[in-house]
């Protein structure tokens, strides 16, 4: 089965804890990302990979990091997480152009 | 830059009724557009899309979308809404070749189906 799996789901952590949140595709595809989801503004793109050890800046990356070190694995790495990083945090995966498969979801809470 | 707008934060439709959700687009060049639908505590699940040919394309679940060049729409389209079809809408745009892995979403269109 297809899949696109983020751990962990739920995190709850205090402002400069470093974190990382885990993503992982069975789909051996190229294309994953990471996007924020915060209410009244949609989905914003954090970081993209179009490939093994190649990341590219999105709309909103700072205070964030991301590696490609192996095509199925993209982590997103919060090196001091700030309160207005409380959000939903979705990972993606794409083979054809714009058919992206979404992740769960992370719900994190900074305090 | 791309960008894309759903002007109706909520959509509220009886059941059986059609149903339609607008989206509006803007982006240099060809556009491809997607549907995505997410349920509640759900990531998003793609819908439907338009790369190009026909301006009327077919989706899961029985939905549809109609591309508009000259009005740069791309509305959601349904003939009777089902109570289940209540979700959290989104409109996407890429523009055409590599960069089309990248997408531009709106902010969502809630729809809630009343029974």
């Known amino acids: 089965e297809a899949q696109v799996t983020q751990n962990p789901r739920y995190l709850i952590t205090v402002t400069g804890k470093k974190l990382t949140v885990t993503c992982s595709q069975n789909m051996n595809h190229e294309y994953m990302s990471w996007y924020r989801q915060d209410p009244g503004l949609g989905l914003r793109q954090i970081y993209y990979s179009m490939n093994v050890e190649v990341t590219d800046k999105g709309d909103v990356p700072e205070g964030y990091k991301v590696s490609r070190k192996e095509k199925r694995n993209f982590p997103l790495i919060l090196e001091s997480p700030s309160p207005n990083q409380t959000s939903l945090y979705f990972c993606a995966t794409g083979g054809v152009p714009g058919e992206q498969y979404f992740g769960p979801g992370t719900r994190l809470t900074v305090t | 830059a791309q960008s894309v707008a759903q002007p109706e934060d909520q959509v509220n439709v009886a059941e059986g009724n059609p149903l339609t959700v607008k989206c509006t687009y803007s982006v240099s060049g060809n556009p491809y557009l997607f549907w995505y639908v997410q349920y509640p505590n759900r990531g998003l699940q793609f819908l439907l899309k338009?790369?190009?040919?026909?301006?009327l394309v077919k989706g899961s679940y029985g939905f549809e979308a109609e591309f508009n060049k000259s009005q740069t729409s791309f509305h959601l389209k349904k003939p009777s809404a089902l109570v289940s079809d209540s979700a959290l809408y989104f409109c996407a745009v890429g523009g055409s070749g590599a960069g089309s892995y990248q997408l531009t979403f709106g902010k969502g269109t809630k729809l809630s189906v009343i029974p």
């Open positions: 338009y790369i190009t040919g026909d301006n």
